[in-house]
Every structure is written in structure tokens, then in C-alpha cells.
């Protein structure tokens, strides 16, 4: 079992960055694939980002990549997702998320945090 807690999220101008973490608490931490989704306004949730357990394998939706970075520290509990050049196309609730399998964990993972908003002016 895992509980995941996002911050970080807030309002940003187009061009602009921020940087989202979610903590996780349990023991068994590393055993976990990380990942982040997100969800725009009256769209359906999208995959964004994910790593593996040792965060030496990475992969993104073409959407977000070159512009967004996933990276965790295994020590911290933490994953974190640096976005940057933002676009109003970035908007939507940011969702943690964590799985034991590395492909369930971009397509159908087990555990969610409960989101925290971004939000980019144009």
C-alpha cells in the first residue's frame, strides 16, 4: 500500500514553470513505478510521465516531452515533475500515481494520489 500527496500546483503564465512533488508514504517505496496523469476540463485523464523504480528509465507523452522531466528521490519518498514552457493547454488537475508494474503504471495504475491544480494564462 501506498498514499501519494501532491503540492506545487498553482496559476503560471504561458512560458512559464513549475515544479510539482508528491510524496509518498509506505516502507517499500523504491519497489514502486512512478508516474504522473492529468485530467483538462471536461476532457478525459492523460498520461503525462512516468519512471521506474530505480528513476533510471523515463518516458513521456509527446505532448509534454522535451518540456516536462520526471525525476524521484528514492531517500525522500518523493517524485517530482519539473514543467516548463507551459501552455494554456497544460491546464488540468495533476494526478501522483504509483504501481508495482512499469506499463500498468502508464496505462492503469493502482494506486492515485488526489490532484493538485495548474493552471496557465495565456
Known amino acids: 500500500q501506498v498514499q501519494l500527496v501532491e503540492s506545487g500546483g498553482g496559476l503560471v503564465q504561458a512560458g512559464g514553470s513549475l515544479r510539482l512533488s508528491c510524496a509518498a508514504a509506505?516502507?517499500?517505496?523504491?519497489?514502486?513505478?512512478m508516474g504522473w496523469f492529468r485530467q483538462a476540463p471536461g476532457k478525459e485523464r492523460e498520461f503525462v510521465a512516468r519512471?521506474?523504480?530505480?528513476?533510471?528509465?523515463?518516458y513521456y507523452a509527446d505532448s509534454v516531452k522535451g518540456r516536462f522531466t520526471i525525476s524521484r528521490d528514492n531517500a525522500k519518498n518523493t517524485v517530482f515533475l519539473q514543467m516548463n514552457s507551459l501552455k494554456p493547454e497544460d491546464t488540468a488537475v495533476y494526478y501522483c500515481?504509483?504501481?508495482?508494474?512499469?506499463?500498468?503504471?502508464?496505462?492503469?495504475?493502482?494506486?492515485w494520489g488526489q490532484g493538485t491544480q495548474v493552471t496557465v494564462s495565456s
Open positions: 500515481v504509483a504501481d508495482t508494474s512499469i506499463v500498468a503504471v502508464a496505462r492503469t495504475p493502482d494506486y
Open positions: 509506505g516502507r517499500t517505496f523504491s519497489s514502486y513505478a
Open positions: 519512471i521506474a523504480w530505480s528513476g533510471g528509465s523515463t
